[in-house]
């Protein structure tokens, strides 16, 4: 069972892996530099924003709805964000848990970790774009890019997750939302129940 359960978790990293690459391939064939490097623009009326990595790739890609809406100010706060998941690592983590639950689809644990994880990690780029910006930048772009479009799968976005929770928290930063620390201990702790397991053939796949 554990040989099979890691064959899942191999194959759906690397699928991923190379979705991801080939989806920046794209976007880079695709796409018209911005002057800001790693910054991609495809034509498209919605307001989108979203970073991708994979295969030693990354790239984060704008569209001309969202520069078109956004002032210099708002793209700066976008592309912080975006930046700050880049920088983490946070595609990778992403990737381990949507794989993990596709593998053991009957763990309640595992669940929970792939459905609230994604919406910390949007957080953390929040913070870490308040940072370099301003919060009322970010709650204005974060607003904004949430009426945009579908981002692809795999992608993260910084108005495609968890919105009302991130805007209600940048409304009011003195407040810590009650289900984010049990949320964040549930998540450690799924990592680190299957960190031993999966560790070296994630090495090799990432």
């Avoid at 495809?42 to 704008?62: H, K, M, N, Q, T």
């Avoid at 708002?74 to 912080?80: C, D, Q, T």
């Avoid at 794989?99 to 053991?104: C, E, F, K, N, V």
């Amino acid at each position: 069972m554990a040989a099979h359960t890691a064959r899942r978790v191999i194959v759906t990293l690397a699928s991923s892996r190379r979705n991801n690459r080939d989806h920046a391939e794209a976007m880079n064939i695709v796409g018209r530099a911005t002057g800001r490097r790693g910054v991609v623009m495809v034509d498209a009326p919605e307001p989108v924003a979203y970073c991708v990595a994979g295969g030693g790739r990354r790239l984060i890609v704008v569209t001309s709805g969202a520069l078109r809406h956004l002032d210099d100010a708002g793209l700066h706060a976008v592309l912080a964000h975006e930046r700050a998941h880049l920088r983490g690592r946070h595609h990778q983590i992403v990737a381990v848990l949507t794989a993990l639950a596709a593998a053991l689809p009957r763990m309640p644990l595992v669940a929970a970790a792939n459905r609230t994880v994604p919406a910390l990690l949007e957080m953390c780029a929040d913070d870490a774009a308040i940072r370099s910006s301003s919060r009322r930048q970010v709650l204005r772009s974060l607003v904004l890019l949430s009426t945009g479009g579908r981002v692809p799968e795999g992608m993260l976005a910084a108005g495609s997750t968890a919105v009302l929770d991130r805007v209600e928290r940048l409304l009011k930063p003195g407040r810590r939302l009650s289900w984010r620390v049990g949320d964040l201990g549930l998540a450690m702790l799924t990592l680190a129940t299957c960190a031993v397991p999966f560790f070296a053939a994630m090495l090799c796949v990432l």
